[in-house]
DNA sequence: AATTGATTGTCCATTAATGAACAACTAGAT
DNA sequence: ATCTAGTTGTTCATTAATGGACAATCAATT
């Protein structure tokens, strides 16, 4: 299905990369309309040819930022239960739990859109993309039947970015391991 | 002199960079001998190709990295002198000293000389630089007649070495500018 | 002794990034 | 109102890095 010669030259992923980094790091400085295409490749240390063969406008950057954060986000909540047949958070270990590690890696952004005013609108596509998630484990294992589907995601799902804002606000000062621990001690003081 | 085109090209300079930051991130992690050039590209996220165009051995590479920094030792020392008549150390105001902002830079490259066994040759050329370096300052300043410049300049260089060997041991919990006033601070308990 | 898997050094055609130039536009300072 | 310095969008020839191939070498396994 997909073309033989799919991959993406690194070469682009590393250009990609830099002007991602630049543009985040710049918005941590001044507001968005005032960050300059310049501005970001004298950051970036690329020319800024290099920026217009891939993007058109600085809006396009953002969105592709945050269209890889968002990947990323479903891949580690999904990774811990590519082998294993049940969908239940509670089943899985605490070193399986990978979406700590994801806001870690993307530290930088989600500082970002944390502080930030500009991009509360990601905010609501965080919390919506988790629920969706959580609504996949759900209807996976069917539980107590009484128990409204959409309102357990909901709980779940905004407990998970609850967590992330909290470790975002520390300062990053949980690690993953622990984020995880916390999340699934919580879990458990519930469901025993 | 220097040619019209003596620039570097930047992908020349990132390249080399990441090959720099590779070999060291290896070699902290097992022996010189160990590491392959496979290894290097590999981490560098670099195709083999371009090692070869730049370097022919692993030994190259290291050295290139010793050349570096040597280069920035000397011009973070000398740089607080570009634009006085002075050559007094205990004149400059700490925020104009620049030699533990280099350490800093290079955190981990000195990380793996003062731990690593291959590279105590280098420290000894470190201490060579410095006291260069101090002996000049010593000699364009006639103080005290009787003090031998030579162990003036010994003591001075090897002070500011162990500074350094300080500061990389205790994992930079120091930053610059408190190590800076320490220095200062050090200078004139015995000047005054 | 034969086999497997990895590294090494070298090659090449293709592609991405580069520096430099350009005219057009903008914002601030004089 | 003019001047200055900066950004913008685009173009182009040149250069660096790429992926992929190759035979040769080496170490550990079988």
Known sequence: MTNKNDYIDRRILKSKKALKDAIISLMQQKDFKEVTISD???????????????????????????????TDL?????EPYQNIATFDVSKLSSNAIKIFEHVHKYAEFYKLIVNSNVLT????????????????DVTGKLTNPNINKELIASYH???IFGM???????GFKY??????????AIIHSHNN
Request: proline residues 0%.
């Open 157 to 159: 799902s905004y407990a």
């Open 121 to 136: 609108s990601f905010q609501h596509k965080i919390c919506i993309v988790i629920k969706d998630l959580v609504m996949q």
């Open 164 to 170: 992330m804002i909290e470790l975002i606000h520390s």
């Open 74 to 78: 479903i891949a580690s909540y999904r």
């Open 175 to 184: 690690s993953s391991s622990y984020m995880a621990e916390q999340l699934l």
């Open 40 to 70: 970001i490749v004298r950051l970036a240390d690329l020319n800024r040819g290099t920026f217009y063969k891939h993007y058109q406008y600085k809006e396009d950057l953002l969105d592709d930022i945050i269209d890889e954060v968002i």
